[in-house]
T-cell receptor, first 110, second 111 residues
Framework: GQQVMQIPQYQHVQEGEDFTTYCNSSTTLSNIQWYKQRPGGHPVFLIQLVKSGEVKKQKRLTFQFGEAKKNSSLHITATQTTDVGTYFCAGQNSGYALNFGKGTSLLVTP | DAGVIQSPRHEVTEMGQEVTLRCKPISGHNSLFWYRQTMMRGLELLIYFNNNVPIDDSGMPEDRFSAKMPNASFSTLKIQPSEPRDSAVYFC?????????FGQGTRLTVV
């Protein structure tokens, strides 16, 4: 079945540094979604990418979908303490299911 | 809309007892998912329903787990008998083709 791998598992940065998490799928995806989970909270939807090579931005966050639609990345520029949390990618193929990666936990030190 | 509502928020039970987790999806959403989250395994998809019909339950760990969706506004996940290794946060999520909306989760502790 479809597997979604995400790296790194953890990242600790100083406030102001950049951060990137990578997501790779074993199969071609119809779309990929990104979620953020704050400590003690639940996953919250950030964005969905559908087209091959698509790039979307949300303020300091940049999301990319690979040309082969098998990989994706999330880049945060100039991290802030409010960025702390776990970032998940979730891949969908032809079915209804969203298969989540294990997430990257980001810690930002002031 | 109040979002996806799960109950209870916390459950502590003894090994061997039956546990029932409940979920009310967002009105109008036709897909419902049950996930389990642990530090070791991350977010695991247990089962999902589309239009109240179970589509894929291959993620259900074993026969001790069962899930139902008797109507569009209610679903249950039952564990009988419960075991300590079932301790986790269980999330319910609903969607209608786009993003998934998660409930607050039920933190289950089996002692």
């Amino acid at each position: 079945g479809q597997q979604v791998m995400q790296i790194p598992q953890y990242q600790h940065v100083q406030e102001g540094e950049d951060f990137t998490t990578y997501c790779n799928s074993s199969t071609t995806l119809s779309n990929i979604q990104w979620y953020k989970q704050r400590p003690g909270g639940h996953p919250v939807f950030l964005i969905q990418l559908v087209k091959s090579g698509e790039v979307k931005k949300q303020k300091r966050l940049t999301f990319q979908f690979g040309e082969a639609k098998k990989n994706s990345s999330l880049h945060i520029t100039a991290t802030q303490t409010t960025d702390v949390g776990t970032y998940f990618c979730a891949g969908q193929n032809s079915g209804y299911a969203l298969n989540f990666g294990k997430g990257t936990s980001l810690l930002v030190t002031p | 809309d109040a979002g996806v509502i799960q109950s209870p928020r916390h459950e502590v039970t003894e090994m061997g007892q039956e546990v029932t987790l409940r979920c009310k999806p967002i009105s109008g959403h036709n897909s419902l998912f049950w996930y389990r989250q642990t530090m070791m395994r991350g977010l695991e998809l247990l089962i999902y329903f589309n239009n109240n019909v179970p589509i894929d339950d291959s993620g259900m760990p074993e026969d001790r787990f069962s899930a139902k969706m008797p109507n569009a506004s209610f679903s249950t996940l039952k564990i009988q008998p419960s075991e300590p290794r079932d301790s986790a946060v269980y999330f319910c999520a609903s969607r209608t083709g786009g993003s998934a909306f998660f409930g607050q989760g039920t933190r289950l502790t089996v002692v």
